[in-house]
């Protein structure tokens, strides 16, 4: 049987034009392990460990790995499989048959295999998996034989055509599940391990009748042609739907890595069984908690399974804390294997493991992806237990994921007296709060248009991705801590309940039902994802304390950065805040944000109302004291730091009502008639604000703005002053093109603050330094005349951005999606900084500017500057600080040390 199978691989081996580098199939096994020192890049990242546990003497089922270099050559080949690889993959078949005494097709001792993808980059669920490859009407007769065990080799193979239909055919899964519906009825059970041999062997004849009217064609007897067709579904599957979404979601997280992979590998592995009987069961697990980041094995395992129930969460598993219970001596070799790869890799480990007959087999081993709290504490311990030093734990820690540790959390009376629905598996930590949403269609559009909502699902398939990312929190009624759901909301930071039975999930009907209660998408709810709680209603949060581990990583963070860090703030409160967060100043303080609240809005608006320059001055005289105030505040809460504050930038119309209702409001707050409102407004409309009337234009238009600003900065450091506050404030001039602008307005900042000390009597020294915002292609062309008349530049990298792409960041979301999709972009410029184009000005900006001025003090202002990347690239063009908003400040100090270790 084995040479007439041989002879069938070698009569349906397909051709194709498609090129591929030489090495195109690694095998791995007792024979050989071929990939030793290929990269991870080449073989993926399970390819790659699949080849490292083989080598280090774990128990693996023998295969062979397809590089990510096929993938990328199919699809510049048009689809095609490179010339050879069908060759190549019969090669490292026969070898699996000969190693394992077991051939493909056979009917007394058939080989099967799966067939799984695997990126360089881990995409839990994302792409395409098949097992029980191999079996056909004469193998399945003969793997009972081999077995003695009718029921499983029926068992196995209609998973098999389900899995074959659905994957490679494209079969929905819906009719295969209505066929299975049926023989269930006939045989009067619920479960699937329920049916017996009998009714499994019709199910397989059921399944076969949906394959031929899902695709026209009988089910492939031929394993070598279900071999084939399978790399080239694994292959196909890279461009799903569901894993563009995912890498894109992950590029727009900062994750640039997975942007510039080129494809995924094929992983072909001999398969072991799970669902052999009781004494068989599959599992998966991480050999730390990823949640809370404790040292202990935190996983889930089914009896009589195959490894996709766990993933998929159809069945909710036992966790494998019970597993001793059952098999005492696979458990124990389970955790001496966790410390073997704990030994190895030096990391917390993602496995994969079935028991066949009591003996243990591991399927895959990769990095585990966790949230940021367990990030950081799994970083600290192995530090304390010598596996990495201190600066590998400060590499370590992803610098984004430190947003989890910012998170909210209930307030413990607030949760206490909430209304409980429910208590499902606390699958991924957080606190969520949103109405529920019943599909991902349905979570994306309420996402945009501006609702909280958490996605509540049976159990979530990687269909869910891009509902799952809108989300704040996600809820399912089946499946483990282990599932889909978990792990994707886990990487994500996002809350996640799991296996939550006492819900019963009506999608049509948008309604829930739970222990005789009735919640539909109209209703808010509340996820504790620490504790599993489902509560009604909105409950209470409260901001999280840094201490402990965080702080332990914030200080060796803080020991190799060579970056400081600045926060967006302009409040008092906000500054208190992001000093609690480490900042080491204020990089940048919107006044604009000063003027509208209440009391103060209406002298802004009476000041553009005036026709003249007197009547301007005098509601700027009403201003003063607020502006004073509040930098008096910020003064005192940054504590000596510095702080620098951009003057007025936005347009004067920014200030103004535009619709009747609000324009006939404030002409009576004002005393005067609607129509004067309108015609300002209309006076001040602009078709493109943006390139408008704002930044230094408004102060060279009305110098007074200027003054009234400046004179309050000063006399708030006066003030400071005689109260014992050290006070350094830092005044920049937005907008700047060209060095004129600059020139003539630091002459007028200069005289305002020397008018200001004499009107104070005060004839102490003031330590106040004047700088531009570089935020226009030409400042940064001309930066060596600029800096004749700066002590500073602050690069705001948002409207560089916009202007140098010439995109508008408030309408790119109409194309930026597909721009990214297709490659035009790998990433949100507005999120991460454009480093080619954006990215070569700033260079410029500080190498012309320190030309003139060595010293100059330079950094960036924008959102960039707490992205991790942009942090990064700021480190190396040698700027001296970033600036970002105050959460995101633990996150540019981490990033800063990042980039100074290498």
């Given at each position: 049987?084995a040479?007439?199978?041989?002879?069938?691989?070698?009569?349906?081996?397909?051709?194709?034009?498609?090129?591929?580098?030489?090495?195109?199939?690694?095998?791995?096994?007792?024979?050989?392990?071929?990939?030793?020192?290929?990269?991870?890049?080449?073989?993926?990242?399970?390819?790659?460990?699949?080849?490292?546990?083989?080598?280090?003497?774990?128990?693996?089922?023998?295969?062979?790995?397809?590089?990510?270099?096929?993938?990328?050559?199919?699809?510049?080949?048009?689809?095609?499989?490179?010339?050879?690889?069908?060759?190549?993959?019969?090669?490292?078949?026969?070898?699996l048959?000969?190693?394992?005494?077991?051939?493909?097709?056979?009917?007394?001792?058939?080989?099967?295999?799966?067939?799984?993808?695997g990126?360089?980059?881990s995409?839990?669920?994302?792409?395409?998996?098949?097992?029980?490859?191999?079996?056909?009407?004469?193998?399945?007769?003969?793997?009972?034989?081999a077995?003695?065990?009718?029921?499983?080799?029926?068992?196995?193979?209609?998973?098999?055509?389900?899995?074959?239909?659905?994957?490679?055919?494209?079969?929905?899964?819906?009719?295969?599940?209505e066929?299975?519906?049926?023989?269930?009825?006939?045989?009067?059970?619920?479960?699937?391990t329920?049916?017996?041999?009998?009714?499994?062997?019709?199910?397989?004849?059921?399944?076969?009748?949906?394959?031929?009217?899902?695709?026209?064609?009988?089910f492939?007897q031929?394993?070598?042609?279900?071999?084939?067709?399978?790399?080239?579904?694994?292959?196909?599957?890279?461009?799903?739907?569901?894993?563009?979404?995912?890498?894109?979601?992950?590029?727009?997280?900062?994750?640039?890595?997975?942007?510039?992979?080129i494809?995924?590998?094929?992983?072909?592995?001999a398969?072991?069984?799970?669902?052999?009987?009781?004494?068989?069961?599959?599992?998966?697990?991480?050999?730390?908690?990823?949640?809370?980041?404790?040292?202990?094995?935190?996983?889930?395992?089914?009896?009589?399974?195959?490894?996709?129930d766990?993933?998929?969460?159809?069945?909710?598993?036992?966790?494998?804390?019970?597993?001793?219970?059952?098999?005492?001596?696979?458990?124990?070799?389970?955790?001496?294997?966790?410390?073997?790869?704990?030994?190895?890799y030096?990391?917390m480990?993602?496995?994969?493991?079935?028991?066949?007959?009591?003996?243990?087999?591991?399927?895959?081993?990769?990095?585990?992806?966790?949230?940021?709290?367990?990030?950081?504490?799994?970083?600290?311990?192995?530090?304390?237990?010598?596996?990495?030093?201190?600066?590998?734990?400060?590499?370590?820690?992803?610098?984004?994921?430190?947003?989890?540790?910012?998170?909210?959390?209930?307030?413990?009376?607030?949760?206490?007296?909430?209304?409980?629905?429910?208590?499902?598996?606390?699958a991924?930590?957080?606190a969520?709060?949103?109405?529920?949403?019943?599909?991902?269609?349905?979570?994306r559009?309420r996402?945009?248009?501006?609702?909280?909502?958490?996605?509540?699902?049976?159990?979530?398939?990687?269909?869910?991705?891009?509902?799952?990312?809108?989300?704040?929190?996600?809820?399912?009624?089946?499946g483990?801590?282990?599932?889909?759901?978990?792990?994707?909301?886990?990487?994500?930071g996002?809350?996640?309940?799991?296996?939550?039975?006492?819900?019963?999930i009506n999608?049509k009907?948008?309604?829930?039902?739970?222990?005789?209660?009735?919640?539909?998408?109209?209703?808010?709810?509340?996820?504790?994802?620490?504790?599993?709680?489902v509560?009604?209603?909105?409950?209470?949060?409260?901001?999280?304390?840094?201490?402990?581990?965080?702080?332990?990583?914030?200080?060796?963070?803080?020991k190799?950065?060579?970056?400081?860090i600045r926060?967006?703030a302009?409040?008092?409160?906000d500054?208190?805040?992001a000093?609690?967060?480490?900042?080491?100043?204020?990089?940048l303080?919107?006044?604009?944000?000063m003027?509208?609240?209440?009391?103060?809005?209406?002298?802004?608006?009476?000041?553009?109302?005036?026709?003249?320059?007197?009547?301007?001055?005098?509601?700027?005289?009403?201003?003063?004291?607020?502006?004073?105030?509040?930098?008096?505040?910020?003064?005192k809460?940054?504590?000596?730091?510095?702080?620098?504050?951009?003057?007025?930038?936005?347009?004067?119309?920014?200030?103004?009502?535009?619709?009747?209702?609000?324009?006939k409001?404030?002409?009576?707050?004002?005393?005067?008639?609607?129509a004067?409102?309108?015609?300002?407004?209309?006076?001040?409309?602009?078709?493109?604000?943006?390139?408008g009337?704002?930044?230094?234009r408004?102060?060279?238009?009305?110098?007074?703005?200027?003054?009234?600003?400046?004179?309050?900065?000063?006399?708030?450091?006066?003030n400071?002053?005689?109260?014992?506050?050290d006070?350094?404030?830092?005044?920049?001039?937005?907008?700047?093109?060209?060095?004129?602008?600059?020139?003539?307005?630091?002459?007028?900042?200069?005289e305002?603050?020397?008018?200001?000390?004499?009107?104070?009597?005060?004839d102490?020294?003031?330590?106040?330094?004047?700088?531009?915002?570089?935020?226009?292609?030409?400042?940064a062309?001309?930066?060596?005349?600029?800096?004749?008349?700066?002590?500073?530049?602050?690069?705001?990298?948002?409207?560089?951005?916009?202007?140098?792409?010439?995109?508008?960041?408030d309408?790119?979301?109409?194309?930026l999606?597909?721009?990214?999709?297709?490659?035009?972009?790998?990433?949100?410029?507005?999120?991460?900084?454009?480093?080619?184009?954006?990215?070569?000005?700033?260079?410029?900006?500080?190498?012309?500017?320190?030309?003139?001025?060595?010293?100059?003090?330079?950094?960036?202002?924008?959102?960039?500057?707490?992205?991790?990347?942009?942090?990064?690239?700021?480190?190396?063009?040698?700027?001296?600080?970033?600036?970002?908003s105050?959460?995101?400040?633990?996150?540019?100090?981490?990033?800063?040390?990042?980039?100074?270790?290498?």
């Open positions: 049987m040479k007439k199978a041989a002879s069938q691989r070698r009569a349906t081996a397909r051709r194709s034009s498609a090129a591929a580098s030489d090495k195109m199939v690694y095998y791995f096994g007792k024979t050989k392990t071929e990939g030793k020192k290929a990269t991870k890049a080449v073989l993926g990242g399970k390819g790659k460990n699949l080849a490292e546990m083989t080598s280090i003497g774990l128990p693996v089922p023998p295969g062979f790995t397809i590089t990510t270099e096929v993938c990328d050559a199919y699809y510049k080949a048009g689809k095609k499989l490179p010339n050879g690889l069908m060759d190549d993959v019969h090669k490292a078949v026969e070898l048959e000969k190693e394992l005494k077991k051939s493909f097709g056979d009917d007394s001792n058939p080989l099967l295999v799966s067939v799984r993808s990126a360089a980059v995409m839990p669920g994302m792409m395409n998996t098949i097992l029980n490859l191999g079996l056909n009407d004469v193998a399945t007769e003969g793997l009972a034989k077995t003695k065990n009718e029921r499983f080799a029926y068992d196995a193979y209609r998973r098999l055509i389900n899995m074959y239909g659905d994957v490679v055919m494209g079969i929905e899964h819906e009719a295969f599940e066929a299975f519906t049926k023989i269930k009825k006939k045989y009067k059970v619920t479960e699937d329920e049916v017996p041999a009998e009714g499994l062997k019709e199910l397989c004849d059921a399944y076969k009748a949906v394959y031929k009217k899902g695709c026209g064609e009988e492939p031929d394993p070598i042609t279900q071999l084939q067709l399978a790399i080239e579904a694994v292959f196909g599957s890279w461009n799903a739907d569901r894993a563009i979404s995912y890498r894109r979601i992950e590029a727009a997280k900062g994750n640039t890595e997975i942007a510039n992979l494809g995924t590998a094929v992983n072909v592995q398969m072991v069984y799970g669902n052999m009987g009781d004494d068989s069961g599959t599992g998966v697990g991480f050999t730390r908690d990823p949640n809370t980041g404790q040292n202990k094995f935190y996983g889930e395992f089914l009896v009589n399974a195959q490894g996709e766990v993933v998929a969460g159809i069945r909710t598993p036992q966790p494998v804390s019970e597993m001793g219970k059952w098999d005492r001596k696979a458990h124990k070799e389970l955790m001496e294997i966790k410390k073997t790869l704990e030994d190895h030096t990391d480990q993602d496995i994969e493991f079935t028991i066949e007959k009591g003996k243990l087999f591991m399927l895959q081993t990769r990095t585990g992806k966790r949230n940021g709290i367990a990030a950081v504490k799994i970083a600290c311990d192995m530090v304390k237990e010598g596996l990495i030093d201190e600066k590998e734990a400060v590499r370590r820690v992803p610098a984004s994921d430190l947003t989890h540790c910012l998170l909210p959390s209930f307030k413990p009376t607030a949760r206490n007296a909430a209304d409980v629905l429910c208590r499902g598996l606390n991924s930590p957080g969520a709060v949103g109405k529920l949403a019943f599909t991902a269609e349905e979570a559009s996402f945009e248009a501006g609702e909280n909502v958490i996605l509540v699902r049976r159990e979530t398939s990687p269909e869910d991705v891009e509902g799952m990312s809108a989300a704040v929190g996600i809820l399912t009624s089946t483990g801590a282990t599932s889909h759901a978990a792990v994707v909301a886990r990487g994500w996002k809350c996640c309940v799991a296996g939550a039975g006492d819900i019963h999608e009907a948008k309604k829930i039902t739970v222990n005789g209660r009735t919640l539909t998408d109209k209703d808010t709810i509340s996820l504790d994802g620490a504790t599993g709680e509560m009604a209603g909105e409950v209470e949060t409260q901001e999280p304390k840094l201490a402990g581990d965080f702080a332990k990583l914030m200080t060796w963070a803080d190799y950065r060579t970056l400081n926060t967006n302009d409040s008092p409160a500054s208190k805040r000093r609690d967060f480490g900042a080491e100043g204020i990089g303080c919107r006044t604009e944000h003027f509208f609240e209440a009391d103060r809005i209406i002298h802004m608006r009476a000041m553009i109302l005036a026709e003249t320059e007197d009547d301007r001055r005098a509601a700027l005289k009403k201003l003063l004291p607020f502006q004073r105030k509040d930098f008096e505040g910020i003064f809460a940054m504590k000596g730091l510095p702080v620098t504050v951009r003057l007025l930038d936005p347009p004067l119309h920014e200030f103004l009502p535009h619709d009747n209702s609000a324009q409001e404030m002409a009576s707050e004002l005393g005067v008639k609607p004067e409102i309108k015609k300002r407004a209309e006076a001040l409309h602009e078709s493109n604000p943006m390139l009337h704002r930044g230094c408004l102060s060279v238009t009305y110098p007074e703005i200027l003054e009234m600003q400046v004179q309050a900065i000063v006399e708030a450091a006066i400071s002053a005689k109260k014992k506050i006070a350094h404030p830092e005044i920049m001039i937005p907008l700047v093109g060209t060095s004129a602008e600059l020139r003539i307005l630091r002459e007028k900042v200069e305002t603050i020397e008018a200001t000390k004499a009107a104070k009597k005060f102490g020294k003031l330590d106040i330094k004047i700088g531009t915002m570089i935020e226009i292609p030409r400042a062309l001309t930066a060596d005349e600029v800096a004749e008349y700066a002590d500073f530049f602050s690069f705001g990298t948002n409207d560089l951005t916009q202007m140098t792409f010439g995109y508008s960041r309408d790119v979301g109409g194309f999606p597909e721009y990214i999709e297709n490659k035009i972009l790998q990433i949100d410029p507005f999120q991460s900084i454009d480093q080619t184009g954006v990215g070569q000005l700033v260079s410029m900006g500080v190498e012309k500017g320190r030309s003139i001025k060595k010293n100059l003090k330079v950094g960036i202002c924008g959102e960039h500057g707490g992205d991790p990347q942009s942090v990064r690239f700021c480190h190396e063009v040698g700027l001296d600080y970033v600036s970002c105050p959460f995101r400040v633990p996150i540019a100090r981490l990033a800063a040390a990042q980039a100074a270790l290498g």
